[in-house]
């Protein structure tokens, strides 16, 4: 099964689905981890082109620690719009991706180019099975809408503070090690956050949201998801069927 995590920045696909990802390498799917920006502003040091070029670099690192491809989407740190360009880039990718199931970032989200990253592909997913669509992309029309899963908010809380519900949580204990790991491979943020907060708060952080949302499963890690089956997106429960016995 072709499965793709399309996220807003690097490092947001390894914080909320990083261990999902993993299991989900593990049992011989094929993943791809998709950023729209390359986090060109996350930097007081460097500049937004080198800045790309560094957060690119690590999250290819991370992908390929679980045998998974990374690809940037092409957009800039706080200019993802849910526009008719945008719209029309990411079905582009889509198509060219030919993934079954995405996971994308939650609706109600802290920053902005996370909202705008789940309209866009909850979008695109509906516009890339319209033939008379068209794309930047030469790929043709998928032959269905894929199955479409939101991620958690960062820290579980939406944009109004309420906390997020999801619909089943993944067990990550496993692969929890593994999620550490490729989080770590973001080495430009941790040393960022290390001077910024004289600690190395980063993996920290993502290990308590990932604590707190396994307990409320019973389990020691957890990765939340909701299922978004809205008319006409496929209702089928796929991604639960692949991950049964980590739900
Ligand atoms: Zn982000």
């Known amino acids: 099964m072709r499965i793709a995590c399309i996220h807003a920045h690097p490092d947001d696909a390894e914080i909320l689905a990083g261990g999902t990802l993993a299991l989900l390498s593990a049992l011989g799917h094929d993943v791809t981890i998709v950023t729209l920006s390359a986090g060109d502003c996350g930097s007081t040091e460097q500049g937004p082109e080198e800045t790309a070029a560094i957060r690119k670099g690590e999250a290819a690192e991370a992908a390929a620690l679980i045998g998974a491809r990374y690809r940037w989407g092409g957009f800039r740190d706080l200019a993802i719009f849910s526009d ?6 990411v079905t582009g990718i889509l198509r060219e991706l030919r993934a079954g199931i995405i996971l994308t970032a939650a609706p109600s989200d802290y920053h902005c180019d996370h909202e705008a990253t789940s309209a866009l592909v909850r979008d695109a997913c509906f516009a890339a099975s319209v033939p008379n669509y068209t794309t930047p992309s030469e790929s043709p029309a998928l032959a269905a809408i894929p199955h479409l899963y939101f991620v958690d908010p960062i820290d579980q809380r939406d944009r109004s503070g309420t906390a ?15 999620k550490t790991a490729m989080l770590a491979k973001h080495r430009s943020q941790r040393a960022w956050l290390q001077r910024q907060h004289g600690t190395d708060d980063y993996l920290r952080q993502m290990e308590e949201w990932t604590r707190a949302c396994g307990a409320k499963s019973g389990a020691e890690f957890g990765e939340g998801f909701r299922h978004y089956t809205v008319h006409p997106y496929p209702q089928e429960p796929l991604l639960q069927r692949l991950l049964e016995a980590y739900i």
């Open 164 to 178: 997020a519900a999801p619909d089943f949580t993944v067990n990550v204990e496993s692969t929890f090690a593994t």
């Open 84 to 89: 008719d360009a945008s719209r029309r880039a």
